[in-house]
């Protein structure tokens, strides 16, 4: 999916991240947990599955779950009212699948929104 035109983003931190690892980061709504459960690095291009959770008090939420190669945004979005205006809540951009010694790791870069004045 793409970011809606209007939604202005920023940088707000890069992660290197293993597969089976949980990246927790702050969102739109709270916590967010964003785990890579799967990834092929002998095809073309490499491709990896990333896990969405909504981390509430006592338990998460699985919200999505998609395939992403690099170079793509990973976007998740939600219908956030009744008129039904869709409000993406996670942008985060897939840099690349890079081979470690022992093992394969993921660069993602998360983006957030810019505050409106």
């Known amino acids: 999916m793409l970011l809606h035109e209007n939604e202005e983003w920023y940088i707000d931190s890069e992660k290197d991240i293993a597969l089976g690892e949980e990246w927790h980061f702050e969102g739109i709504d709270g ?6 459960t799967e990834m092929n690095t002998k095809v073309k291009p490499p491709w990896v599955c990333l896990k969405l959770e909504k981390e509430l ?6 919200k999505d ?5 690099p170079g ?3 976007t998740y979005i939600e ?6 205006t869709d409000t993406s809540l996670v942008a985060i951009f897939f840099d690349g699948i890079f081979g470690g010694v022992t093992s394969d ?3 993602l870069t998360l ?5 409106s004045k």
């Open 31 to 36: 916590v967010w947990v964003l785990t890579p």
């Open 57 to 62: 008090e006592k338990n998460r939420i699985k």
């Open 65 to 69: 779950y998609k395939m992403v190669c």
């Open 72 to 74: 793509d945004f990973y």
């Open 79 to 84: 219908k956030r009212n009744v008129n039904g």
């Open 105 to 107: 790791f993921i660069r």
């Open 111 to 115: 983006r957030k929104k810019k505050k």
